[in-house]
Each structure stands twice: as structure tokens, then as C-alpha cells.
């Protein structure tokens, strides 16, 4: 939240677009952008369901909470008549000036506490985008899932910049993405790697579902 308090100034008047850094996705924002409009609320975040990350606590159409991964285990579904749903935060929400101006500049602030009073509140609104695409690509194992998924079904199944050089006899198996300006040593093996830009692999290296991010990596 700090860092959005600080660049405050750079903004234009009117809600902004806030979107995670480490997520892939195809949604439409312009569909967040109408909820928002039509809601009049503080923030208008988009939602789906993805049970590996649903604690955003709803109901009746209004976020109620946000909770932990234990909290989100133990949350029934329904509590009395009133239906209640976990669905899961896209990282991508469309805030008010309003909120952010009250975040403190002089302290490290976690933007989810002012998030969890404007719940309690029923100021926190949400569209639901099922059946579009997205990814987390916060750990390794899902960067190179996002690869996987990505290149698998393209022919060729791996993306080679211009400017990289691969050298004699390299097997590249699988799929895989090479960088700008990255070097494969000769005779190296490669199966589901990502090499990153002026990143170098060995001569004669083995590399299994590995990011190659230095180089001789």
C-alpha cells in the first residue's frame, strides 16, 4: 500500500487500476471497470474461483472478509439461510483516490488491513471472471508452469530470441524459452527450461525444469 500512497501524485483523478506484477491473465478489464462504475463503491476487486487461493470471504454480491489459508480451511459454506462463498483475489482491482489517500506515508502499511475495514463496512465490491485466464507466477515451480502451458502447444514448443546463441549438438527437449543475448554451451541438454536474457548454460550441462537466470548457471 506504501508504495501506491507515494506515487499518488502521478495519478489523474478517478478509480485506479491496480494489478499484481507476478500474474498472467486474458481478463476483460473493461468488465471491472463497469462493475466498478455501476457500484459506486471504494474498491471493485475481481474475483474467481480457484480453490488453491479462495479466502476472500462473500455474500449477498458485497466482500465481507479476507481471510488466512487456516481461516479459509475452516469457513462453512453456508452459515443459517444466508449463503456465503470463498472465492479467490486476481491480484487486479480498481480502487478510489479516496482509499488511498488515507494510507500512511510515514510507515510500512499493509494495504489489506485498510481493505478489511472497508469490508466490514460493505464498501468492497467485486466482478466475477470465471473462464478467463490466470496465473500466479509468484514461485518457480508456477513461472515454469506458466511456460508449460504457454508454449507446450505451440509448434515450435520453444521460443528462441534472435540474438541468442545456441551452440553445436544441444538437445532441446520438451518446451523451453531462450533470452536475448543467452548462451547454450555446445552438447548441452535442455527439457522444460526457462534461460533468461544474457543468462549462459555450460557446455555439455543437463538441465531439467530449471530458470537459468545468471550466467555458466
Excluded at 172 to 189: N, S, Y
Amino acid at each position: 500500500g506504501g508504495g501506491l500512497r507515494k506515487a499518488l501524485e502521478h495519478f489523474q483523478d478517478g478509480p485506479v487500476l491496480v494489478m499484481n506484477g507476478d500474474i498472467f491473465h486474458d481478463i476483460d478489464l473493461s468488465r471491472l471497470v463497469q462493475a466498478h462504475a455501476a457500484g459506486n463503491d471504494a474498491v471493485t476487486m475481481a474475483l474467481h474461483d480457484y480453490p488453491r487461493f479462495n479466502s476472500v470471504f462473500v455474500q449477498q454480491e458485497r466482500i465481507r472478509d479476507f481471510l488466512s489459508s487456516k481461516e479459509a480451511l475452516k469457513k462453512t459454506k453456508k452459515e443459517g439461510a444466508e449463503e456465503q462463498t470463498l472465492l479467490a483475489f486476481t491480484g487486479i482491482h480498481l480502487v478510489n483516490r479516496d482509499v488511498l489517500e488515507a494510507i500512511p506515508q510515514e510507515c510500512f502499511f499493509h494495504i489489506i488491513d485498510l481493505y478489511k475495514e472497508l469490508a466490514k463496512a460493505g464498501k468492497i465490491g467485486f466482478s466475477r471472471i470465471d473462464g478467463s485466464f490466470w496465473q500466479d507466477m509468484g514461485t518457480p515451480d508456477d513461472y515454469l508452469d506458466l511456460h508449460r502451458h504457454l508454449l507446450s502447444s505451440q509448434t515450435p514448443s520453444w521460443c528462441i530470441h534472435e540474438s541468442a546463441v545456441i551452440g553445436k549438438d544441444v538437445e532441446l527437449k520438451d518446451w523451453g524459452a531462450v533470452g536475448p543475448r543467452a548462451v547454450i554451451g555446445d552438447g548441452a541438454r535442455l527439457a522444460r527450461c526457462v534461460i533468461w536474457e544474457d543468462a549462459e548454460v555450460a557446455a555439455g550441462s543437463q538441465r531439467v525444469d530449471t530458470i537459468s537466470i545468471t550466467a555458466q548457471s
